[in-house]
């Protein structure tokens, strides 16, 4: 090197095992790098998950299959990474920590049971040689019933409803002869105040609920003690509530049967329901079974009441994914074009935040191909949705790096998956079963721009002529559409009131 010239800058570090680590060990390995600042200085984890991130994360990645004799292994950030090789970060100080994602499903629900992590460390950005770091220890598992680092009132509010909950793991037939193992389908039951397992004469009706992407057993749990909470206070009537697991190692599978996942509608309709209704006192006809679920789960709410119309009595969708495919997150799938970029070639946006961009649609995807193969929002939409392709994996909706829409998975996703047009052309036939049972909201500022999808979907009810409810809440985000006047359980009242007044009406 010539005298006075700028050092050469090097984008790898060394990770390596712990010293206390017993043999190998593979995985998704994981760097994250955050500027340090007063703010972040005693926080002892850096998370780069796709949502909610408001701190400059950068991440970097690549797949190790053994860490070697010397049990330390090499990761570019030049070659995966996100937004940048790690060599452009402005100078200056930065916390960085390594993660080992050993079952690959941190694009889902971030880091895990049995995860490798290291302490963060502070390094002064650029460097000339590669600094090393050491993963210091695995994860422990969570217990989905600890809530010992929540507040007390929802401690209380877990205590109070676990002896009415219990948990189902039901092997199904039909999944296990899809994948030629046991499979089991996961729910967590809540009984209602009054309810007697011995008097098999009196029954209830049955409320099926999932949440949304990235929700977890810990979550539906948390769901539980809050509708146990509002039966017992009397604000809602007594009903039987059933949150049902469609998380995975792909992401959610929405109850819908796919090629990908595997055929979970018929697993739930004609295994699982009739199973429960089996053991417990419930009111087993389609006027006393209703649907509910916010996000990916609205999506599943909106989308099992369509695809089995005899079966569930009506359905309260929140803030579902995109139900029409002219509209999804602002892309018309049914026109050629580009998922990264509109028509003028401007950044199509993800979020946004009452008007202002929060996110792009490139930076999204891009970011979710660093933190994993598989788990993430859009390659969970391939998983359910798409055909499968000649590698046995989901074909992709568009180009990962280019955002060019691949026409052929567009119109299959149009053909099997898309709501409103499955209603459009099917309405003859689903009218008698379908009509007056789609009670849909969403906040009119919603985060993901979900309310425009829904718009869509409200006109062709209309020009369909067909009964339904579409309720825009007045300035609401995709999180605070659950808020009224000050009360964060508004909108389930509501929902839950409505449920039970049509059970009622039925005679369930």
């Given at each position: ?122 390094l002064h950005w650029p460097q000339s040689v590669p600094a090393t770091i050491a993963l210091d220890h695995a994860l422990p598992a969570q217990a989905p019933w600890d809530f010992s680092d929540d507040a007390i009132t929802e401690q209380r509010a877990v205590a109070a409803a676990r002896p009415h ?344």
């Amino acid at each position: 090197m010539l005298s006075g010239a700028a050092p050469t800058l090097d984008a790898r570090l060394i990770v390596t095992l712990p010293a206390s680590w017993a043999g190998d060990a593979s995985g998704h390995l994981l760097l994250m790098a955050e500027p340090a600042t007063d703010t972040n200085a005693h926080a002892d984890r850096i998370d780069a998950n796709e949502f909610g991130r408001h701190d400059p994360v950068s991440a970097a990645a690549r797949d190790v299959a053994t860490f070697g004799a010397d049990r330390s292994v090499s990761i570019d950030t030049g070659e995966t990474a996100f937004p940048a090789s790690f060599a452009t970060l402005p100078p200056g100080d930065y916390r960085l920590q390594a993660l080992l994602d050993r079952d690959g499903d941190y694009g889902y629900g971030g880091a895990g049971s049995g995860d490798l992590v290291s302490q963060i460390v502070t390094l002064h950005w650029p460097q000339s040689v590669p600094a090393t770091i050491a993963l210091d220890h695995a994860l422990p598992a969570q217990a989905p019933w600890d809530f010992s680092d929540d507040a007390i009132t929802e401690q209380r509010a877990v205590a109070a409803a676990r002896p009415h909950c219990d948990e189902i793991a039901y092997r199904s037939a039909a999944l296990a002869a899809f994948f030629g193992r046991q499979t089991a389908m996961h729910a967590l039951v809540l009984r209602p105040p009054g309810y007697d397992e011995t008097d098999h004469r009196k029954t209830w009706p049955t409320v099926y609920q999932t949440g949304g992407f990235g929700t977890s057993h810990h979550a539906d749990i948390a769901w539980a003690a809050r509708i146990w909470r509002l039966e017992k206070a009397g604000r809602i009537p007594p009903m039987i509530w059933v949150f049902l697991d469609h998380a995975g190692p792909t992401g959610t599978h929405e109850f819908a049967d796919s090629v990908n996942n595997g055929p979970w509608g018929t697993a739930l309709t004609a295994e699982l329901i009739p199973f429960l209704e089996r053991h417990y006192s419930m009111d087993a006809r389609a006027d006393g079974r209703f649907l509910t679920g916010h996000s990916s789960g609205g999506w599943f709410a909106l989308w099992a009441e369509v695809a089995y119309p005899r079966m569930f009595g009506g359905t309260w969708p929140i803030s579902p994914d995109p139900v029409d495919f002219h509209d999804f997150i602002g892309v018309d799938l049914y026109a050629p074009g580009n998922f990264y970029t509109d028509e003028a070639g401007h950044p199509r946006p993800l979020s946004r935040d009452h008007g202002r961009v929060t996110g792009l649609m490139r930076d999204f995807a891009r970011l979710e191909d660093v933190l994993g193969h598989d788990g993430g929002q859009f390659r969970s939409f391939e998983w359910v949705f798409s055909p499968r392709g000649a590698d046995g994996t989901p074909m992709r909706l568009y180009d990962r790096t280019t955002g060019r829409i691949d026409p052929e998975v567009a119109a299959y996703w149009r053909a099997h998956y898309n709501i409103a047009a499955r209603i459009e052309r099917d309405w003859p036939t689903l009218r008698p079963d379908l009509d007056g049972k789609i009670h849909l909201t969403v906040g009119s500022a919603d985060t993901f721009y979900l309310d425009q999808p829904a718009r869509r979907l409200e006109a062709l009810m209309h020009r369909l002529g067909a009964h339904a409810d579409f309720t825009y809440v007045p300035g609401a985000d995709h999180g605070s559409v659950f808020v009224r006047d000050g009360d964060p359980d508004a909108l389930v009242v509501d929902i839950a009131r409505a449920m039970a007044a049509t059970a009622r009406s039925k005679g369930a």
